[in-house]
């Protein structure tokens, strides 16, 4: 079964409207985890690292206001999409690496469409 | 940020025929890792290869890894339509806790 679970997997929103993605690690305590946005036919791309109970670094040219990461326990890291525009509609794919073993799981990915 | 490139961009082959990917990265590895991506779809795992590894071998997956040259390939044998997808390397850095960072991708389509 699915050791890293997001939620939803489909989104469609109005532009303007904030959208938020859960990534749950299911049965592991996740130290880190990870939030990376792929456009059609591209590659992900890596926006933020999340560390349990700190605030999140962003790769450059990810905008932190926009893209707010909450990572308040160990087994849930949150994306909120704030005031979501077209441009934004892409498919967002968390991953977790497991405390005390160094393995990196996926979530299944979400796919946000902003009308 | 993007550890590099892979090539082929896309490749059509035809089934039964073989497949290889390249991938190039920049900064030392721990390991180097494989995935299959179907359209529109999540990540499926495919194999690992460790930076003390030169060759390993999972099913139809041959993938090697030449640390001098910072590179790795991954052949896909007797290919088969369902292999049809997008192929992308992964580099897990030697700094630990940071994230996997993946290669531009190969588009793969197999027809029958």
């Known amino acids: 079964g699915a050791v890293v679970s997001q939620h939803p997997s489909w989104v469609i929103c109005k532009s303007g409207t904030s959208v938020k993605i859960e990534c749950r690690s299911l049965?592991?305590?996740?130290?880190?985890m990870f939030w990376y946005r792929q456009f059609p036919k591209q590659s992900l791309m890596l926006m933020a690292t999340?560390?349990?109970?700190?605030?999140?670094?962003?790769e450059q040219g990810v905008e932190k206001d926009k893209f707010l990461i909450n990572h308040a326990s160990l087994t849930l890291s949150t994306l909120t999409v704030t005031s979501a525009h077209p441009e934004d509609s892409s498919f967002y794919i968390c991953?977790?690496?497991?405390?005390?073993?160094?393995?990196?799981?996926f979530g299944e990915g979400s796919w946000l469409t902003v009308v | 940020s993007q550890q590099g490139e892979e090539d082929p961009q896309a490749l059509s082959i035809q089934e039964g025929e073989n497949a290889t990917m390249n991938c190039s990265y920049k900064?030392?590895?721990?390991?180097l890792q494989w995935y299959r991506q179907n359209s529109g779809r999540g990540l499926v795992h495919l194999i690992l290869?460790?930076?003390?590894?030169r060759e390993k071998h999972s099913g139809r997956l041959r993938v090697t890894l030449d640390t001098s040259k910072k590179s790795s390939s991954l052949l896909i044998t007797a290919s088969r339509a369902a292999d049809t997808a997008s192929y992308f390397c992964?580099?897990?850095?030697?700094?630990?806790?940071?994230?996997?960072?993946f290669g531009k991708g190969t588009t793969l389509s197999v027809s029958s």
């Open positions: 991953s977790a690496r497991f405390q005390g073993v160094n393995t990196i799981y």
């Open positions: 049965d592991f305590q996740a130290t880190t």
């Open positions: 999340s560390n349990e109970g700190s605030k999140a670094t962003y």
């Open positions: 900064t030392s590895i721990n390991n």
């Open positions: 290869i460790r930076s003390n590894e």
């Open positions: 992964a580099t897990d850095a030697v700094q630990a806790g940071t994230a996997l960072i």
